[in-house]
């Protein structure tokens, strides 16, 4: 087979799988896969639906130890956001907002509390990055209610 024949075989394979799978499928993917990772752990942050457990602020105090916040109010800002943004992006409602203020979240987690655990900040990065370039995609309600 010539060089010319196995290009040509090998763009029609990649346009089926482009027309197959398709940018919608992916960008749901990465709304429902990104905001479970980050809706879990906020679960952990709470007892009930939102009472911030002792042990999260502890945590904030003693491990991560942020900069010029206090561990308490970090505490109850990681958990709340935790709930709201990924709940947000599953729904694909302010899908850009969402993605960018967790990325932001990441880089905090990234720089001052496990520099070291970059390979799992950017897998968790690379999603966000998708969605806050992208948007949701048509299978949400930015879609439906026209937003971009």
Not at 99 to 125: C, K, N, Q, R
Not at 133 to 148: I, K
């Amino acid at each position: 087979m010539s060089t010319k024949a196995y290009r040509r075989r090998w763009n029609a394979a990649a346009a089926a799988l482009e027309r197959w799978i398709g940018l919608d499928l992916v960008l749901l993917a990465s709304r429902a896969g990104i905001a479970a990772v980050f809706f879990y752990s906020g679960r952990t942050k709470v007892e009930g639906w939102l009472t911030v457990t002792d042990g999260a602020v502890a945590l904030f105090r003693d491990e991560y130890r942020l900069p010029l916040l206090d561990p308490v109010l970090a505490a109850h800002a990681a958990a709340y956001a935790e709930h709201l943004l990924p709940i947000l992006l599953a729904l694909g409602l302010g899908t850009r907002f969402a993605a960018l203020a967790l990325l932001g979240m990441t880089l905090v987690i990234e720089i001052f509390v496990y520099p070291d655990a970059w390979p799992t900040h950017l897998s968790w990065a690379a999603p966000l990055l998708l969605l806050a370039a992208r948007g949701g995609g048509r299978v949400s309600l930015d879609h439906g209610l026209g937003l971009r």
